[in-house]
């Protein structure tokens, strides 16, 4: 079974750091975009960051400068460096991956999810 596997996150004081990584388990040819993703309690997922296969990176306004992504060097392996911390980024993280089928059909695969919590 393919999928998604997400490790870090935690509780963490605020101006601190934490760092999170998803791996592709399984067999996943052909992605095109990772990224991670984050919803907090009430509220709609999220962009946080994204990166293409190429290291070409894209940022919500609200982590630029706080936070980095960056790709391990098997494609399929990334990772996210959360530093400077704020309460509000306080939220469940996931792990994205797009792929495209044989119809050339996006495909979305998500990790199940990891807590971080800032404290203030």
């Known amino acids: 079974q393919v999928q998604l596997v997400e490790s870090g996150g935690g509780l963490v004081q605020a101006g601190g750091s934490l760092s999170l990584s998803c791996a592709v388990s399984?067999?996943?040819?052909?992605?095109?975009?990772m990224g991670w993703y984050r919803q907090a309690p009430g509220a709609q997922r999220e962009l946080v960051a994204t990166i293409t296969s190429g290291g070409l990176t894209n940022y919500a306004d609200s982590v630029k400068g706080r936070f980095t992504i960056s790709r391990g060097n098997r494609w399929g392996t990334v990772y996210l460096q959360m530093n400077s911390l704020k309460p509000e980024d306080t939220a469940v993280y996931y792990c994205?991956?797009?792929?495209?089928?044989?119809?050339?059909?996006?495909?979305?695969?998500w990790g199940q999810g990891t807590q971080v919590t800032v404290s203030s």
């Open positions: 994205n991956a797009n792929t495209r089928d044989v119809l050339y059909r996006l495909v979305e695969y």
């Open positions: 399984g067999s996943m040819p052909g992605i095109n975009l």
